[in-house]
């Protein structure tokens, strides 16, 4: 608390001193920023005055005090000198303050070095594929910003550290470490969604940023478990009787449809006839006012007859044969032809 009381005070001392003496105070934590190669001179604003500027320049290491103007009377407090640096020059940097005519002392930042000083993003990009139980992993590194340069022409070792994990358990991280930008995760679990974040490190002093993370399912050694068989075959059986019902559905309602309005059977010549009669016509009329008939019925009765007693039904035969021989002969009575069809009757006795 009294230390932060002291660094008010002394500002506001040195601000008032300025103002009274007539000088302006000069930016204050002045640092250079390099992601990926780029670099960046930022400073805090002297004051909350709008009226003051500041210019910064920058000088080759080799030419002295032979500094470029690059940034002049701005009202930023950051100065882009990416586009003047080289990957591996030292370069100082300085910056003052203007207000009113009056400019503040050079505040400097010296012996910068891009490939020593700038810090290493992300990786630009990182897939993942699952491929027969393995899963390759594809790196892309990330571009510099100095013009004609990568990250690979500028450091000499350059190593990815890839950490991966199972997607439900973040505690269990297994780490390698590779060269390369193409690389193999093996020996993982099955159907299993895995997880990887890539660092890179380009010195034991320099590492990245850690990449995103980005998840891909694992598959097995090129053979489909037993139970995604099944589970396949299951809905494939199914999808195919949906389908078989709705066509049976389908044409048994198209059919029974077409047969209600195009039946095979014909009505009859003579209903056609009264279903075109108009109800104004006579035969209309005529049906209409037609009483209905009183049917005349006779009753009949039927008497089964009672069958005869064998002594009275040879009494009928002999009486039939008495009442034969009665009968006078006809014409051709002597003939055989005409005996031989009289029917002969033996003795009853």
Known sequence: MDTDFLSCLLTSIIIFSGLVLGTVPGPKHVTVSSVNLGAVLQWDPVTSEDNVTYTAEFARAYNGNNYIEVCQNIRDTKCDFTGNITAFGIFHFRVKSVRQGNASQWVYVKDFTADRHTRIGPPSDVKLKSRSGFLDINISDPPMKIKDTTLR???VHVSYLVSYWKNTSREEVKTITSEQTFLVLGNLEPWNTYCVQV???VSLNNTAEPS????????????????MIAVILICSLVAVAAVILCLFFVGFYTYKTVRFFFPSCKLPEHYKELLTITPNSYAFLDIQNNKELDEICDEISIVLEQPASPIEAMKTEQESKETLDEQPLVEGKDDPEFRKDIPHYGNLN
């Open 153 to 155: 022409n500028t450091f």
């Open 212 to 227: 995103r993370p980005v998840c891909e399912r694992s598959t097995s050694e090129g053979k489909t478990p037993g139970w």
């Open 199 to 201: 660092q890179i490190s």
